[in-house]
């Protein structure tokens, strides 16, 4: 079903079973599968091809020769039903490509709002990004890996599959990342290291003063001290009595399971 407002090429192919919402431009070349929904106020440039059972919400901006909603790269896959849902005013730059989930994971590959995804990103099976998220050029995430809110990857850097990258973290370029990345740090190299706080980030983002202070110590516990595993996570619940933003720490040291990085 294609909505009157609705832009189309006619050098683009639309399955008849395709749901397209209105105002939605689907510039020359394009090719959109039985299965796929397309939110109102999207734009596809040209020569994007969307298959599998695929949603996009509203007033995104897809990029010429992206890819969305392909059978993923795991060998494991068999056809079976797995999905990529992706929320609202996301910039997905030229020839990056999105796979679908598999059931060995999520069966979903899940992408929030306000995302911009440069050229040449690929996002592979069952990945969970958050909202207000940049990966820049040539950004490599393997299968199951979950990137959270306002996490700022520099080009060329790849993340190992399962990684866990917390919120408001920062990646330099060129990195490559094996473990998981406590939120608000910043991080570089092969293999990456921590190198502080994102502070800057913060900054922009109006975390006080008072705020980035128990940040930065809550960054103390976990470099600085030699703590074990368990002392890190009770120091952090006798800071997070007072600064509840500690509580992201140890949100993600509840889900982390590759370890982090050193």
């Known amino acids: ?29 394009c090719f959109i599968d039985a299965q796929v929904e397309i939110g109102a ?15 996009l919400g509203e007033d995104n901006s897809i990029y010429q020769f992206s890819s969305i909603g392909e059978v993923n790269q795991d060998l494991k896959y068999s056809g079976e039903k797995t999905r990529v849902c992706i929320g609202d005013r996301n ?31 690929h996002i592979a099976h069952d990945c969970i990004i958050g909202n207000n998220c940049i990966l820049a050029n040539n950004v490599t995430l393997g299968g199951h890996v979950k ?15 399962n990684c866990i990258i917390g919120p408001h973290v920062m990646i330099g370029g060129c ?57 890190i996570k009770y120091e952090l619940k006798k800071l997070a009595k007072s600064h509840k933003i500690i509580y992201l720490f140890l949100d993600f040291f509840t889900q982390s399971k590759r370890g982090i990085i050193r």
């Open 91 to 121: 910039i997905i730059r030229e020839n990056s490509t999105i796979h679908r989930g598999t059931i060995q994971g999520h069966s979903i590959t899940k992408i929030g709002n306000d995302n911009l995804f440069m050229v040449n990103v």
């Open 175 to 231: 990195s490559g990342v094996s473990q998981d990345i406590p939120p608000f740090i910043l991080a570089q190299g092969n293999h990456a290291k921590p190198f502080g706080i994102n502070i800057e980030g913060l900054k922009r983002r109006g975390f006080d003063k008072k705020t980035r202070i128990a940040i930065r110590n809550a960054y103390k516990i976990i470099y600085r001290r030699g703590n074990t595993l368990e002392n």
């Open 1 to 29: 079903m294609i909505n009157q407002s609705a832009f189309v090429h006619p050098s683009a192919i639309i399955n008849e079973n395709a749901i397209i919402h209105a105002n939605v431009c689907i510039g020359p070349f």
């Open 41 to 55: 106020r999207t734009i596809l440039k040209s020569h994007v091809i969307i298959n599998g059972l695929t949603h």
């Open 147 to 161: 990137i959270e809110d306002y996490v700022i990857i520099g080009g060329m850097t790849a993340i190992h599959q």
